[in-house]
């Protein structure tokens, strides 16, 4: 596991607080815009724009590690397919707790 550049947790209402640095988010896919970026739900129901190519076709749920580019956008660099079921509300969680008291052990 590589540690030299640690991505932060984060749903769409955290990733404004990391514009510019490397963060990881799970979407639920909600459509593909012409195959160069993808529209999606966060954990938080708030819609994300994840730019970049994915590697091929998508599940339901994908976890993208990339740089936040807006308060709403992430250049993604790797794309993770998560499946056709994750409990949102968990994952939500550990996104708070990742910017919160327990950032510590997160990074």
């Known amino acids: 596991m590589d540690t ?18 490397r963060v990881r988010a799970v979407i639920q896919v909600l459509r593909s815009e012409g195959g160069n970026s993808v529209i ?19 599940s339901t749920y994908v976890e ?12 993604a660099e790797i794309w993770s397919n998560f499946g056709d079921v994750l409990d949102t509300v968990a994952y939500n969680n550990v996104c708070q707790l990742a910017n919160g008291d327990f950032k510590h052990l997160f990074i």
């Open 4 to 21: 030299s550049n640690p991505a932060v947790f984060v749903n769409a209402e955290l990733l404004r607080m990391h514009v510019g640095r």
């Open 64 to 75: 993208v590690i990339g740089i936040a580019d807006s308060n709403q956008s992430i250049q």
């Open 40 to 58: 999606g739900k966060s954990t938080d129901e708030q819609q994300l724009v994840i730019k970049g190519r994915p590697p091929g076709p998508l």
